[in-house]
């Protein structure tokens, strides 16, 4: 099986953004262990996708700053008909912050959460009473990596309001209240690998910072939840990431509830090197999906009328 392992141009920004060169490690193990693998860059034209089995998607950072392009691609590979992992319609789905909608709509704990459409009037000042907070943040419905996040106070809401204005007449954002649990217990990070519940780390900001990231200060340690956290985390995944290889529930403890801050199915840091075997959890996981996948092609081949 000919496997396309996805990322993006910009390598080294990827490695500077992280602890560890997780996309490298992981693909080197991968390679060591037999499968026939390579890196392939999601917006090479040159690339012939129908040359491969897979496109294993690992790190297409950039695809929420050529979003466009990317959802061309993304169709692009299914209507080669390209076993993609995770499945193209999660990716789609999950690519565009209105999904918290969708899983708030169903029953599940979310942040709160507001959306003010390309378009519409900035008017930020009604949320803060709609939350009962005095600290909103405002995100884009499609970034990564903390782009064009604000926090808003009534003291900066006239500056900031000037400020997103000219944005929101190109694309939608995001409103929740500021969660100050993020700064004091965590944030927590689950990672699922197909669909099982691998490990856990525990991502703080710096002093000072909202923002958990690494490439903005922010830390993170692995940390063993207890099981009722557990548990509450592969609700998310058993009910909105089907047939993912891969998923990471970003959560936050309210009062005695998980609270899901992210579902992150496309390009999420795995944190594979934080805990014993991480890499080869994740090895383990994507050779039991090509087995089964293989097994499934050699069943369908056996009762093909064309083979009687």
Not at 58 to 75: A, M, N, T, V
Not at 199 to 220: L, W
Not at 244 to 265: N, P
Request: glycine fraction near 6%.
């Amino acid at each position: 099986m000919k496997i396309a392992y996805v990322c993006y141009e910009t390598q080294e920004q990827y490695s500077a953004a992280t602890q560890e060169d997780e996309e490298s490690l992981l693909l080197a193990l991968l390679q060591q262990k037999g499968l026939q693998i390579s890196r392939v860059i999601w917006t090479d034209e040159s690339v012939r996708w129908e040359d491969y089995d897979l496109v294993l998607v690992k790190s297409p950072w950039d695809y929420h700053e050529k979003i466009g392009q990317f959802y061309r691609w993304l169709d692009r590979i299914a209507a080669l008909g390209i076993w993609m992992l995770n499945p193209h319609p999660v990716i789609k789905w999950n690519s565009d912050k209105h999904y918290l909608q969708d899983i708030a709509q169903a029953g599940y704990p979310v942040i709160p959460s507001a959306i003010i459409e390309s378009g519409a009037p900035t008017g930020l000042a009604p949320f803060f009473q709609q939350f009962n907070t005095t600290q909103l943040i405002v995100k884009p419905c499609i970034s990564a990596g903390a782009r064009h996040t604000y926090t808003i106070t009534p003291q900066n809401l006239q500056a900031m309001q000037d400020t997103i204005a000219p944005l929101l007449q190109q694309e939608a954002f995001l409103v929740q209240p500021y969660v100050k649990e993020i700064e004091t217990a965590g944030e927590w990070s689950f990672i699922f690998l197909d669909g099982q519940f691998s490990h856990c780390v525990v991502k703080r900001p710096r002093s000072g910072d909202f923002r958990v990231q690494f490439i903005h200060g922010g830390t993170a340690h692995a940390d063993l939840p207890p099981e009722t956290y557990i548990q509450s985390a592969a609700a998310y995944v058993e009910r909105f990431a089907p047939g993912c290889l891969y998923a990471r529930v970003d959560a936050v403890m309210l009062g005695d509830t998980l609270t899901l801050m992210e579902l992150e199915l496309i390009e999420p840091y795995l944190f594979l090197g934080a805990v014993a075997g991480g890499y080869e959890s994740y090895y383990r996981a994507l050779a039991k999906r090509i087995a089964e996948r293989q097994h499934t092609l050699s069943g369908a081949r056996s009762i093909n009328p064309h083979n009687l």
